[in-house]
């Protein structure tokens, strides 16, 4: 019987065993969308207690605590830390099975140097001993992320945010570059009159201009989307249900625009061809800046209103969706391609029931002019644990082709997150292991092992132009 999460956890042969640890292991870590809070970064924090590191914000821990039958009080309410801790401890035992298991034993192994296994019996010993640590200079957030090999960051950003704490990073030469990325889905969601004027206040005040006129708005979002670009951005990312992509002209999309700045509701039709202009103008910039695209399909997002009332979104309401992908992502695609707009694009599907659909949308828009330009992102969110993996993985071997992949990211809130990386790793390491062993693929070791490699780092690195991490050297300044 193998010993739990071991040095060979995963590693179901001596094949995958050796492409681990002789080619993978040691890799860096590209994190090229992820949603850590950048001020805690730029104020190097260190957190008084493992519940705040590791509970505060985390809603996947929040479901299973809630599954479990633990009160909301222990969730997001004022219960004192370390009793939030001991619902937390009381309720690993019963996610075996469940991501969950693995990602918090290797957390404790890989930040803590913990090898009990968490549980009623263990909480205090583990509490205390991890909570000690995390108030040495040692675990501060910067220093943790140089424990976890971490090359770069891209954090989440709205169009309105000031970036000044990824400017006082830059200043100061964080050895880390945290980068921004431009994610402007409150500036396209015209559902409501009132969040969307108000948003437009914001935005006003951000760009230092008025807004009456649709054109007005454009060149705010565009000297947002510039003001980015000044400060290391060359990623964007949108969170959508499904793309929109209907047909419209430039008088309707004036049109709606007046309409919803004067307090009015837009009827469904025009709601979504405002939305599919945004996106086509989003896109165009990101292709005129050179940035790579980002698109996370198919979250149903909020489904508990009376929870959203009482504690605002991303508190783990949220599911998969059953959305129609494939047309309206197809017509969006081809517009900007036909028109010679499309820039590198990375797509995510949060249904595992649209992963060959993925598969082979990509396949469409690859015209050889950039190796991968046109990416099906890593399992997302759901389906972010060993089964999601392999099937994304299969898929994309099955219909494309693995070895352009830019891999894994971690889409996470927390700083003890990254041993996801490793997760991913051993599992791709374990896929080409077993066909070797089965003589399904040659036992070429170091063709697979650089594959693997470029998988985990190079391709990306490649991919979003960031050559520079090689070298260490400071974040090269912007094109103007």
């Known amino acids: 019987m193998k010993k739990f999460l071991d040095e060979d956890f995963l590693l179901t042969n001596k094949t995958s065993q050796q492409l681990y640890h002789d080619f993978t292991k040691q890799m860096p870590v590209i994190d090229y969308h992820c949603h850590l809070p950048q001020a805690q970064i730029a104020n190097d924090q260190r957190f008084d207690n493992l519940t705040q590191i590791w509970l505060y914000g985390d809603h996947y821990k929040w479901r299973a605590m809630r599954t479990n039958g633990i009160d909301e009080s222990y969730c997001t309410g ?29 957390e404790l192994q890989r930040y803590f140097d913990v090898h009990d296994v968490l549980g009623p019996n263990t909480a205090k010993k583990i509490y205390e001993e991890c909570s000690a640590k995390l108030r040495t200079e040692e675990f501060s957030v910067r220093n943790l992320l140089r424990k976890m090999n971490v090359r770069t960051i891209c954090t989440t950003d709205d169009p309105v945010d000031t970036l000044q704490d990824h400017q006082r990073l830059k200043q100061e030469g964080f050895d880390i570059p945290v980068l921004p990325a431009f994610r402007p889905d409150a500036a396209m969601n015209v559902d409501n009159p009132v969040s969307f004027n108000n948003y437009l206040t914001r935005l006003e005040a951000a760009a230092d201009t008025s807004i009456s006129s649709f054109q007005d708005y454009l060149d705010a979002l565009k000297k947002r989307h510039d003001f980015f670009a000044t400060n290391g951005c060359s990623v964007s990312d949108h969170g959508l249900e499904q793309v929109y992509a209907e047909e419209y002209t430039e008088a309707e999309i004036t049109a709606a625009f007046d309409q919803i700045r004067s307090g009015k509701a837009l009827d469904e039709t025009a709601n979504k061809k405002f939305k599919s202009a945004m996106l086509i103008y989003f896109a165009t910039w990101d292709w005129e800046r050179g940035w790579v695209q ?28 059953d959305f129609q992908q494939a047309r309206s992502l197809s017509k969006f695609l081809n517009k900007l391609d036909s028109e010679d707009n499309l820039t590198k694009t990375i797509l995510y599907n949060l249904n595992p029931a649209d992963n060959e659909l993925m598969a082979t949308m990509i396949g469409n828009f690859n015209d050889g002019s950039v190796a991968g330009k046109v990416q099906w992102g890593s399992a997302w969110w759901f389906l972010d644990q060993k089964d999601g993996m392999i099937r994304q993985m299969n898929a994309l071997s099955n219909m494309g082709l693995l070895s352009r992949f830019v891999g894994m990211l971690t889409d996470s809130r927390s700083f003890l997150s990254y041993p996801r990386h490793e997760y991913f790793r051993r599992i791709l390491c374990n896929l080409f292991g077993e066909e070797i062993e089965a003589g399904e693929l040659p036992a070429d070791i170091a063709w697979v092992g650089k594959m693997i490699q470029d998988i985990c780092y190079h391709n990306a690195k490649n991919y979003f132009n960031w050559q520079y991490l090689d070298k260490k050297a400071a974040v090269p300044e912007p094109i103007a």
């Open 78 to 106: 004022n219960r004192p830390d370390y009793e939030k801790f001991e619902q937390w401890a009381a309720t690993v035992p019963y996610t075996m099975r469940n991501p969950l298991y693995h990602w918090t034993h290797l």
């Open 294 to 321: 980002q698109y996370h399909l198919g979250a149903l997002r909020n489904n508990n209103s009376r929870m959203l009332q009482q504690l605002g979104a991303d508190t783990g309401w949220d599911s998969i969706g």
